[in-house]
């Protein structure tokens, strides 16, 4: 296994672990706990997938908040 590949494995335990953690001591439920702690790793995986699409664009913050609010340029606008 390289290096990279068990550091992954190691920091999604670790990420895994935490947010499961936090959700059970807010919510008391190891059902919850558990779902929170799935999903919320898969949510960041996309976003962060996103925002790589953005770095390596060169994307500007204004074009990056105008795809994310979904607003279209002005017609005859310079964008």
């Known amino acids: 296994m ?8 190691s920091y999604l335990v670790i990420h895994l672990g935490i947010g499961f953690t936090v959700a059970y ?13 799935l999903v919320e790793p898969l ?5 962060y997938y996103f925002h790589e699409k953005a770095w390596n664009a060169r994307m500007t ?3 990056f908040l105008d795809i994310l609010v979904h607003r279209h ?5 310079a964008d």
């Not at 390289?2 to 494995?9: E, I, Y």
């Not at 001591?25 to 702690?37: E, K, V």
């Open 2 to 9: 390289s290096r990279d590949l068990a550091k992954t494995l």
């Open 25 to 37: 001591l807010f919510t008391g439920s190891l059902a919850i706990a558990s779902g929170i702690a």
């Open 43 to 47: 949510c960041n995986a996309v976003a």
């Open 61 to 63: 913050p204004r074009k």
């Open 73 to 77: 340029p002005m017609p005859g606008s």
